[in-house]
């Protein structure tokens, strides 16, 4: 099986023996009604009001939402508009804990029986992807199409991440019992776990658990950047190619990530919603590196402050990897649930980019096996008949083709903005017609 | 905490530079370079370093007057410059290989627009506009380690031996006589990634198949003339090859029957750098014609457009 390309990252995982911390209750969260793609929630409680942990304050509009649920039990005093990094306004509630954490009377561990069940469940356990997509875990479960293969991914492929890693090596009975789950109530016969081979200790970890289950596998994989890319790790698990405009689904194949799976089975146990989850938090502007577990809506400032940083050397902050997180302009801003990690950085660089000279190595990086120089010079000629023809949709924005380029051209960031120059320009077209 | 620094994803780069690219390329370079020094005296280092000058020179004043940001850093004049020079013979005229300096920088490359831009690459160019403008001084080749004149290249008096060719003990340009050392240069960008294989290997088999079957010595015809610098250094710069390996072996291909058919039945002794010269021209034939296939990508383009 020919192997698909991509880059070799220097891993610095200096947080992967460090047993995850209990993040003290923060004083105050704030919770924003969007922490998915999907439509953002419609907050059920007012100022003024007492909440407790766990009770639903985010109620979900449209099919691909999930409600959002209080990490603390106190008042909401604020109902703010939150400027995410995207540059998007979302509503979110302002709560100061009063540091009891009662739990919310009503939770209570869902019975289930069918796959119905399971789904419903999902989406009322708050559940999106942990990995850092933020993709409604139930809508991935109730796919219509036939599954015969649940991939979960322990990639972790992104420098400094751990969160995964800890979870293994934390966990593991979890992640196994949430597989089971899965695979029992949505009639999947085999499990493949795909983990990068830089990993030793949680592979073992794993492979004891799964010693005895004939049905799940773990399957090492390079430590090639993007390994934990979807399309990419089915491939490198499966051997199936998810064709173009299709999704995993069609090819049989339902992928979690191996702490989304973990969630869910907590969830069936207790009943607890999510509203925490373990974040890293490293970078070299990081006193003590670590894995904390963090409520949700907690600031980004509180979790640096817990891990020593320096407020005066920072100069960058990331949420997500240094491949393809987002870089905060401030640190006043919640954790949400699909954010993995917290980096502080005390360098940046600053990039000048210079003229292509067509040496090929964004092309030889891609693991869709595009090629980034077309797709920018058609992005620059504004040729949208080219960015079509180039396949510019199946760019999966994993960075490769920047991080190689030795012209230092912003060419993932071209990748960007070409596919919402098609979107834009498809609109004007229909709004002509 | 001061203003904090936003970039898009990715926030981390490979630290390999464009500089960094041309300095290696000028690196394997040097060992023919140096040979050809050797071989032909001190007269061999100062054209080089004319035209190595020059063409800085020349980049540098035509950023300025184009008011362009200055490229001379990234170092691919010097790289032409050195080509160009080890494509000329000893006793050209200096201003003469000035003027192939203003023609590869000035006129095939920055009036198209600079580096990445060029369609044709600058050292082939200045050194075909050379020959067919100053016939005598381009092929007047003098012997190795000695003042007198020789009375032709290798190519064309069929009388060196492998060993000579191989150490570069002939008459001919300065940076083409030696074998061993341009191909130690080719190694040399192969392991470093510098280069693919595909193009040199396309050039060098086909030539030599060809040339084969036409009843000649192929491998005296590979080691012999331009044939070597051709295909590991010209025939491999990215910005006027194409991008994809089959491409690259397509050039290659083209370039050496191309090769074969000047030498065997056209009017030049050398057919090395018109050979790539007119392959540069179809570079963008090429590119369509090997675009990679995308993972997953459907035959059919509508098919994938609804779906979205």
Known sequence: MKRLNGVHLSHRKHTEDHLTELFPTPKSVQIPMQMHIGAPCKPLVKIGDYVTVGQKIGEPLGEFSVPIHSSVSGTVTEIVDFRAPNGSLIPSLVIVSDGEQAFCPDLAPPEIHSKEDLVAAARESGCVGLGGAGFPT????????????????????????TSDCRQIMEFPEDIIQGIQLVMKHLHIKSCRIGIEENKPAAIKRLADCCRNLEHIEVRVLPALYPQGAEKVIVYHTTGRIVPEGKLTADVGVLVLNVSTCAFLYQYTQTGIP?????VTVDGDAVGRPCNLMVHIGTSIRDILAYAQYDPDQVKQLMLGGPMMGVSLPSPDMPLCKQHNAVLAFTKTKQIIPTACIRCGKCMDACPMNLMPMELERAYRAKDSGALEEYRLHLCISCGCCSFVCPAKRPLTESMLLAKNFLLDSAKKGESKE | MKQLHISPAPHERRPMTTMQIMLRVFIALLPAAVVGCLTFGIRAAVVIAVCILSSMFFEFLCRILMKRPQTITDLSAAVTGLLLGMNLPVDIPFWQAVVGSFVAIVVTKQLFGGLGQNFANPAIVARIVLLVSFQESMTTWRMPHSDAIASATPLVSNEASYLDLLLGNTAGCIGETCAIALILGGVYLLVRGIISPAAPIGFIGTFAICTFLAGNDPLYQVLSGGLLLGAIFMATDYVTTPITKSGKLLFGIGCGALTFCIRQFGGYPEGVSFSI??????VPYLDRMTKTKPFGAMPHRKEAKSHE
């Open chain 1, 138 to 161: 139930h809508i991935k479960l109730a796919a219509k199409q036939p599954i015969d293969t649940l991939v979960i991914n322990a990639a972790e492929c992104e420098p400094f991440i």
């Open chain 1, 274 to 278: 999510l509203t925490q989850r373990r």
């Open chain 2, 277 to 282: 010269l007119l392959m540069n021209l179809l």
